[in-house]
């Protein structure tokens, strides 16, 4: 086989079982925790940790990633990973109070949500010497596409499993699923395409310890995925308030049809990614990726739109799963060429700090969209079209102001 061929297949098989452990494994926290709890506090506590983990540390893994090598931290922070879920195996069989026990797991969660920031920011500064540039995209969709079948299938998995063997045996399965992407991880070569970005280490040798606001004024594509991370997420956040409301207590959709949209934009991901991974590199993937945020933001609009205007319940169906399924597909083509983009163009040796620090400004974003979601959702028809509105404007501005100028991928 060929060796990049390896490597991409070794690195997705990783994120596969990483992704459905770790789908699986939350899903069933907030069961256990939604379940055994008489107060909503403590599952909103399991759900405001990332956020806040990205917050403040984003910057200290990102300096961390830069100084020491990648395969490495990796590995540790799985074998770390390893030890936090066992011992959180013995503690719940302690026999303390179920508040000792709720206090145990956001403890426990604390410490996954802080390896699972070192290993997707150390992954992320890693792809650049996994394969050539012209693969990278491969490499990228290939892993959308693992992801998205995990988002579809693992919290279904994870709540039979949780519902059938309960929650020791979760955690059991847990460690399995992270020891396994601990060895795959061992096997991917983290130096096997260095020769292919000589240069960029070469042109910043001298800049390792620039801080991201003296990285973000010399780059404008930099400024602008940032940007577009922190803005768009903030109306995705929006809409995954609205449009469930909107589904459920408007338009009166049955808990089936509610699944099936969901499901829709999973497959709607799942054909994106599969696309991209047979395609070849895309040569302008700023624009590209500029456009399929304006197709998410017409979707938002559109699901406003069917709300307000009088079709029957059939047709406001056919209308969610179509539109879904073109959202799902939009999400995909927007995510991946630029993050193929920016792990070509990025300096290596300042890749850590640069994407901890997109990974951290983006999980912030998503409770302030939550919060502003709430507020507004008893109306949520309005909600989605105003946001679908400003989330055009919004996308258009950056794209013109710090996005049109980005040159292509060699």
């Given at each position: 086989m060929d060796k990049f061929k390896r490597q991409i297949y070794l690195a997705t098989s990783a994120s596969l079982i990483s992704g459905f452990g770790n789908g699986m494994f939350s899903f069933a926290i907030d069961l256990y925790v939604l379940r055994e709890s008489s107060?909503?506090?403590?599952?909103?506590?399991?759900?405001?940790?990332?956020?806040?983990?990205?917050?403040?540390?984003?910057?200290?893994?990102?300096?961390?990633?830069?100084?020491?090598?990648?395969?490495?931290i990796l590995s540790l922070a799985y074998i770390a990973?390893?030890?936090?879920?066992?011992?959180?195996?013995?503690?719940?069989?302690?026999?303390?109070?179920?508040?000792?026990?709720?206090l145990m797991t956001l403890v426990v969660l604390v410490f996954l949500n802080i390896f699972n920031l070192v290993e997707q920011s150390s992954y992320q500064a890693s792809v650049i010497n996994l394969v050539p540039k012209d693969r990278i995209q491969k490499l990228n969709s290939m892993q959308r596409l693992a992801a998205s079948c995990s988002q579809i299938f693992s919290p279904a998995l994870g709540a039979s499993i949780y519902s059938l063997l309960g929650m020791h045996n979760m955690i059991s399965i847990r460690i399995v699923t992270v020891l396994m992407s601990l060895i795959l991880i061992s096997m991917i070569d983290f130096s096997a395409a260095a020769n292919d970005v000589i240069d960029a280490k070469e042109k910043v040798t001298k800049q390792t310890n620039l801080k991201i606001h003296e990285i973000l004024k010399g780059n404008r594509v930099l400024l602008y995925a940032i940007?577009?991370?922190?803005?768009?997420?903030?109306?995705?956040?929006?809409?995954?308030?609205?449009?469930?409301?909107?589904?459920?207590?408007?338009?009166?959709?049955?808990?089936?049809?509610?699944?099936?949209?969901?499901?829709?934009?999973?497959?709607?991901?799942?054909?994106?990614?599969?696309?991209?991974?047979?395609?070849?590199?895309?040569?302008?993937?700023?624009?590209?990726s500029m456009i399929a945020m304006i197709n998410i933001s017409i979707s938002l609009m559109i699901f406003g739109i069917t709300g307000i205007v009088n079709i029957s319940h059939l047709f406001s169906l056919v209308v969610f799963l179509t539109v879904s399924t073109i959202m799902g597909a939009s999400l995909v083509a927007m995510e991946i060429p630029m993050s193929t983009y920016m792990q070509a163009s990025v300096p290596k040796n300042i890749q850590g700090k640069?994407?901890?620090?997109?990974?951290?400004?983006?999980?912030?974003?998503?409770?302030?969209?939550?919060?502003?979601?709430?507020?507004?959702?008893?109306?949520?028809?309005?909600?989605?079209?105003?946001?679908?509105?400003?989330?055009?404007?919004?996308?258009?501005?950056?794209?013109?102001?710090?996005g049109r100028s980005v040159a292509k991928i060699s």
């Open positions: 107060s909503p506090l403590w599952f909103a506590g399991t759900q405001i940790i990332s956020p806040l983990i990205a917050f403040f540390l984003s910057r200290k893994v990102g300096d961390l990633i830069d100084k020491y090598p990648h395969k490495k990973e390893i030890i936090v879920t066992l011992s959180y195996f013995f503690l719940l069989q302690l026999k303390v109070s179920m508040t000792v026990k709720f940007i577009m991370s922190i803005g768009v997420n903030i109306f995705l956040a929006i809409s995954n308030i609205a449009l469930p409301f909107l589904m459920v207590h408007i338009l009166k959709f049955t808990n089936g049809q509610y699944g099936l949209q969901q499901t829709m934009v999973g497959v709607g991901s799942i054909l994106a990614g599969a696309f991209l991974s047979m395609g070849k590199n895309i040569s302008k993937p700023v624009r590209v640069v994407f901890s620090f997109v990974f951290g400004a983006s999980q912030i974003a998503m409770p302030v969209g939550t919060i502003i979601g709430t507020v507004f959702v008893y109306s949520p028809f309005i909600l989605l079209i105003i946001s679908g509105v400003l989330m055009a404007v919004f996308v258009t501005f950056n794209y013109l102001k710090n």
